[in-house]
């Protein structure tokens, strides 16, 4: 890790709330977070801790209520919807638990629609997306929709897709959550290469087994970090 350079995700006193019937629920309040480049961290939490709501607020897909928040050293609430649609699609790769594939195109133009809204020309896209298909193995699986993949292999897809656009930070939420035992180890493998291959990576999971598979473990509780520490 290059630690002259600003944190990929730097977040100061991150609060967000929610209206509940008459009551305000807090699922922030006041997070401090830095993530650097190259760095694989899992994030941790029972159900209601603000786990998701933090993984949303680092996706761009949620505003806070206070705190601040920048991604690659550029404030995120100083952005402008395009200049966030933008970030969302060229800078954060995203790794559902669902795969979130269109049924009816193959796993090559799956992988291929960032670099559509990202204006990239066809020869250029069509060689990023066979590239990265080959690099999460599935270099002969490139005309197969995703009816004809088994689970493993749709969440390989999702894992090329959202890497296709180089971005500055792979998010996955929990993606191994809809598979079996081994076809989650096969993943877990593959973002084990990844990290070996310089990316950044930062999951959600409630799973301690895929957590202790990062080399840092953040525990989240009431909306609150409650440790923050490396994975030995």
Same mark, same amino acid.
């Given at each position: 890790?290059?630690?002259?350079?600003?944190?990929?995700?730097?977040?100061?006193?991150?609060?967000?709330?929610?209206?509940?019937?008459? /009551?305000?629920?807090?699922?922030?309040?006041?997070?401090?977070?830095?993530?650097?480049?190259?760095?694989?961290?899992?994030?941790?939490?029972? &159900?209601?801790?603000?786990? &998701?709501?933090?993984?949303?607020?680092?996706?761009?897909?949620?505003?806070?209520?206070?705190?601040?928040?920048?991604?690659?050293?550029?404030?995120?609430?100083?952005?402008?919807?395009?200049?966030?649609?933008?970030?969302?699609?060229?800078?954060?790769?995203?790794?559902?638990?669902?795969?979130?594939?269109?049924? &009816?195109?193959? /796993?090559?133009?799956?992988?291929?629609?960032?670099?559509?809204?990202?204006?990239?020309?066809?020869?250029?896209?069509?060689?990023?997306?066979?590239?990265?298909?080959?690099?999460?193995?599935?270099?002969?699986?490139?005309?197969?929709?995703?009816?004809?993949?088994?689970?493993?292999?749709?969440?390989?897809?999702?894992?090329?897709?959202?890497?296709?656009?180089?971005?500055?930070?792979?998010?996955?939420?929990?993606?191994?959550?809809?598979?079996?035992?081994?076809?989650?180890?096969?993943?877990?493998?593959?973002?084990?290469?990844?990290?070996?291959?310089?990316?950044?990576?930062?999951?959600?999971?409630?799973?301690?087994?895929?957590?202790?598979?990062?080399?840092?473990?953040?525990?989240?509780?009431?909306?609150?970090?409650?440790?923050?520490?490396?994975?030995?």
């Amino acid at each position: 890790m290059n630690t002259a350079e600003p944190p990929v995700i730097a977040i100061r006193g991150l609060r967000r709330s929610y209206p509940m019937g008459d /009551a305000v629920i807090a699922a922030l309040n006041g997070v401090d977070l830095e993530v650097r480049r190259g760095e694989y961290a899992a994030i941790m939490g029972p &159900s209601g801790s603000g786990k &998701s709501t933090l993984m949303n607020l680092i996706g761009c897909l949620d505003t806070p209520d206070g705190g601040e928040y920048r991604l690659n050293g550029r404030l995120v609430s100083a952005m402008k919807d395009g200049e966030l649609a933008t970030v969302r699609n060229r800078e954060i790769g995203f790794v559902f638990q669902t795969f979130n594939l269109l049924q &009816s195109a193959n /796993a090559l133009h799956n992988v291929e629609m960032p670099l559509i809204y990202a204006g990239v020309k066809r020869r250029e896209r069509l060689e990023r997306a066979r590239t990265a298909l080959r690099d999460v193995g599935l270099g002969d699986r490139m005309h197969h929709r995703p009816s004809e993949l088994s689970g493993g292999q749709r969440q390989r897809v999702a894992i090329a897709r959202a890497l296709v656009n180089r971005p500055s930070l792979l998010l996955a939420d929990e993606p191994t959550g809809n598979l079996d035992t081994t076809t989650a180890g096969e993943i877990l493998s593959t973002f084990d290469a990844l990290h070996a291959a310089g990316n950044t990576l930062l999951l959600v999971t409630h799973d301690e087994e895929v957590a202790h598979r990062a080399r840092r473990i953040i525990r989240i509780r009431d909306g609150k970090i409650e440790s923050d520490r490396a994975n030995p």
